[in-house]
């Protein structure tokens, strides 16, 4: 069956051609269903892999497809690996699309026919790209899907293309996309320079301890790069939450479950040369819990529904590098999971919420939707309460992996933590008092409009549901019930080189409990306050922030800082170089080079003043100087 | 130094003296004659290098028939002194430096030939008539005859061109 | 005589002629500029012709050669070729005077167009 796993990206490719070709043609019933068709398709076919994959005794397989480039040394396979790590990721990206994709056909049906098959077009096109990159059995390949989905990103974010500020924010995701991926290319250079091959078996084979650790540091380095560009770390996080001018649907795809956990897949991938790499992996641990209290941190005073939902998925994706960072790979790939699972579930709640509104998405001008929205309601609270890390949903087990792993590595990194869990608690639960608790607080317009949405909507939400409440059970951890970590079996066979080159730290089963009911104990409360404080909140409070709520409102002021430190010189320098270089010197150079040769044509076209006397003296001297050149000096002709 | 020389540098002299003349003159009349000068003493010189035929020949047709045609256009034409076009000074002086200049250059290039190379005092019977004649219609016949042609067209073009339209 | 003195005669004769064609407008005269042009390349012809003859002369006597006929001949067509070409020229002059009423050659700068 592995060796049919070219049938997974290969049915979305189908599914684009058949919605990009025909976008014209083609009725609006029948391009949902050969989307989604193509999306269940490739999910019927990872789950049959999967099934495979399971069994006891399974290696990693390589299909090989063809020579992509086989240049000198350079030999590039279109190659697809299968494996437990990348059929997870088969999984959860065909899994989540195909319910996403179930969504969008209700949710986009206001669009034009045209524009309706042009955005299942992209969708599909983002899947195969996706799928690419997870399947790439060499980073090349993985790269042309980083790329791919890089695109996607950037088409969809602009899918309302008519509005300035929806493309403004789609080219700024795909220039900061550009910084990661020009790293992450280098990357890959310097792989290919030190290995001599950029498939996974051959570097990883050849990475030994100790053996030139310093490179070893630059190219895991590069890659983390190109893995903060991607998954919005800092500093190049700042496109996500502006990507957020996108589709809901797309939001919870591209910029939740999906693509933005390329970078935690290609470290965890990597994972052989980060363990020997600790350096890079101090960085990224480092990197990954700033970023996750500083977008925590931000979220806490964001009012519209999908920003607080973006730096809570910033937020979330820093947890899974400082997971990578300590070396809880498992950890870090089982929080990609459920996180897929409840963030998609919260941004198509909320997608359901602004469907419900029209359009609205100020929190503040929403409440009390429980009555009307009951199906998403509920399945917005499960998601809060996963996201939080309320026992027994999945959020929990996945989040508890990653900070008992991060205290046995070190208990400063497990205090500032928790720290960020507990503003995750506290501002989901904001969120959703904000928005379903109290009473409403929108015009009446809005309030005679609002309905449960369609049943292709409420579907995806209730299956998401399901599954953020159950999705952590694979993972329970060893100090609960032995041997219950199904998760952790399962991966084992690609993390073992490097948890023999990095054992993971052992921490006593009485300590994790205290831990555990400690920080639960403290989320509850935050949760609670979160709720309570908001539940009564109207309009009548909203007043000018000020003091530190004024910095997270205008989220720290990064945008502003690097407006000032990056773009604000680069701007100069370009004008300089246009208005001085170019104007003077270039153009000075050019323009000259033709006012000379006017210049001097116009005097030298005195000289053909077709009197034959004057002919024939120019022509004399020159024999004059052609003997004098001849026979004096033979040696200059 | 004997006969030959003697005559050599007269020769030379006037040679150079009437064509220095027939440069300068205004009036295109004395040109002409002065160039009749001028090739009845290049004449002298073939007579002195044994070209005994070439000196002849050059005497009828240059001096001869060629210069008499000319004396016949200018005397068609009516050109005097007064009728004829001035050049601009500078020109003229540009000129006279172009053409010092060409033969300086040549002079100077040539000065080192093989000085030994001398020309026989003896003479030779080459230059006769007879045995140019000899060479004329045996080796160079169809040459000859080529020239008969040539003559032809330039008299069909002389007749096309001076015709009135 | 050295072949020096013919050389140096006939390169003054010649740019004699090239400083006549230079410094006149009158046609008629750069016309018989020309001819003296030609007359100092034929003078040159024969002296070489002649020089040609004495060296194969001392060699097989001065009966038993004919070089330096070729020479000779060559005098002869120039000036065969001369003579038509001054009768065609001459042809040209005429009606250009014709036109122009002129034989100054700075009226013929049609070559400017």
């Known amino acids: 069956m592995s060796q049919l796993v070219y049938l997974v990206p290969m049915f979305p490719l189908i599914g684009f051609l058949i919605n990009g070709l025909g976008r014209n043609v083609l009725p609006k019933p029948l391009v949902g269903i050969i989307g989604s068709a193509a999306l269940l398709a490739s999910f019927v076919v990872s789950l049959l892999i999967f099934n495979e994959v399971r069994t006891p005794g399974f290696s990693a397989v390589t299909v090989n497809l063809f020579d992509f480039i086989h240049v000198g040394k350079l030999n590039v396979p279109f190659a697809f690996q299968v494996d437990q790590l990348s059929v997870l990721f088969l999984l959860i990206i065909t899994g989540v699309g195909f319910l996403i994709h179930v969504y969008s ?383 952790s079996k399962f991966l084992e066979p690609v993390f073992a080189n490097s948890h023999v080159a990095a054992p993971p730290g052992e921490i006593a089963a009485s300590t994790e409990w205290a831990l555990t009911i400690g920080s639960l104990v403290l989320i509850i409360g935050f949760c609670t306050w979160g709720y309570m404080k908001f539940k009564n909140f109207t309009l009548a409070e909203v007043k000018e922030s000020t003091g530190l709520a004024k910095i997270l409102e205008n989220k720290w002021y990064v945008d502003e800082l690097y407006d000032a430190i990056i773009v604000k010189p680069i701007n100069w320098i370009a004008g300089f170089l246009n208005n001085v270089v170019e104007k003077l010197g270039i153009d000075g150079l050019v323009n000259g080079v033709g006012k000379l040769v006017q210049y001097g044509s116009r005097q030298i076209r005195l000289l053909q003043s077709g009197q034959v006397g004057i002919y024939v003296l120019l022509m004399v001297i020159g024999i004059v100087v052609l003997f004098v050149l001849q026979l004096f000096f033979p040696n200059l002709i | 130094m004997n006969v030959t020389q003697i005559l050599f540098w007269l020769l030379s002299a006037l040679t150079v003296f009437s064509a220095l003349v027939v440069i300068t003159r205004k009036n295109p009349v004395y040109s002409v004659l002065w160039l009749i000068i001028t090739f009845i003493s290049i004449s002298g010189h073939y007579i002195l290098l044994n070209a005994q035929f070439l000196a002849v020949v050059n005497v009828i047709v240059y001096a001869g028939a060629i210069m008499v045609l000319f004396l016949f256009v200018i005397m068609l034409m009516n050109l005097n002194a007064d009728a004829e076009p001035q050049k601009n000074k500078w020109l003229q002086f540009a000129g006279v430096i172009a053409g010092g200049c060409l033969a300086l250059v040549i002079i100077a290039a040539l000065k080192n030939v093989d000085a030994k190379a001398r020309i026989a005092e003896t003479g030779s019977d080459i230059g006769l008539i007879e045995n140019l004649g000899k060479v004329l219609f045996t080796q160079y016949v169809l040459p000859f005859e080529i020239s008969s042609v040539l003559f032809l067209s330039a008299m069909v073009g002389a007749v096309v061109i001076g015709k009135k339209n | 005589m050295p072949i020096n003195y013919y050389i140096f005669l006939a390169v003054i004769l010649f740019c004699i002629g090239v400083v006549g064609v230079l410094t006149r407008r009158n046609a008629i005269i750069i016309f018989m500029c020309i001819e003296l042009m030609l007359n100092a390349v034929n003078l040159l012809l024969v002296a070489f012709s002649k020089a040609h003859h004495a060296v194969a002369a001392i060699n097989a006597g001065p009966a038993g050669t004919t070089a330096g006929t070729d020479g000779q001949m060559f005098v002869f067509f120039i000036m065969v070729v001369a003579a038509a070409e001054v009768s065609v020229g001459l042809a040209i002059i005429v009606m250009m005077y014709r036109n122009t009423h002129s034989v100054d050659v700075n009226f013929l700068n049609r070559l400017k167009h």
């Open chain 1, 105 to 487: 056909t209700s949710y986009m049906h206001d669009e034009s026919p045209s524009s309706y098959a042009r955005y299942f077009a992209y969708l599909n096109l983002f899947v195969f790209s996706m799928l690419l990159l997870v399947l790439g059995s060499n980073y090349v390949i993985m790269f042309i899907g980083w790329e791919g989905v890089g695109l996607c990103s950037y088409l969809l974010i602009g899918f309302w293309f008519k509005n300035a500020d929806y493309n403004y924010a789609a080219r700024k995701a795909f220039v900061m996309n550009r910084i990661g991926d020009l790293a992450f290319l280098i990357g890959i250079f310097w792989i290919f320079a030190q290995f001599g091959s950029v498939n996974y078996a051959d570097v990883f084979s050849q990475a030994r301890p100790g053996a030139s650790a310093h490179v070893l540091t630059g190219i895991t380095l590069l890659l983390f790069i190109g893995a903060t560009g991607k998954s919005a770390q800092i500093p190049l996080y700042t496109w996500l939450p502006d990507a957020m001018a996108g589709p809901t649907p797309v939001s919870a795809l591209i910029h939740a479950a999906t693509m933005v956990t390329a970078g935690i897949y290609m470290i965890a991938r990597s994972n052989v040369l980060y363990s020997l790499a600790p350096a890079t992996q101090g960085v990224i641990a480092v990197i990954g819990l700033c970023t996750a209290i500083l977008a925590a941190s931000i979220a806490i005073q964001q009012n519209d529904i999908k920003k607080v939902l973006a730096y809570s998925t910033v937020s979330q994706l820093g947890y899974m590098f400082l997971g990578l960072g300590v070396g809880a790979y498992t950890g870090a790939v089982f929080h990609v999971m459920t996180h897929a699972f409840f963030k998609a579930l919260l941004f198509l709640g909320a997608g359901s919420v602004i469907h419900a509104m029209g359009g609205e998405q100020d929190i503040r001008k929403m409440g009390g939707l429980r009555k009307f929205m009951p199906v998403t309601s509920i399945t917005f609270l499960i998601g809060c309460l996963a996201i939080a890390g309320i026992f027994p949903f999945a959020g929990f087990f996945s989040k508890d992996e990653i900070l008992s792993r991060a205290y046995a590595h070190n208990p400063v990194l497990y205090v500032i933590g928790i720290l960020g869990a507990l503003m995750t608690a506290f501002y989901m639960f904001r969120l959703y008092s904000l928005t379903f608790a109290g009473k409403f607080r929108g015009t009446h317009d809005q309030e005679h409009h609002l309905h449960e949405s369609p049943a292709a909507i409420t579907i995806p939400l209730i299956v998401l549901a399901v599954l953020s409440v159950v999705g952590g059970w694979v993972g329970i951890p060893e100090f609960m019930a032995p041997n219950a970590h199904v998760l």
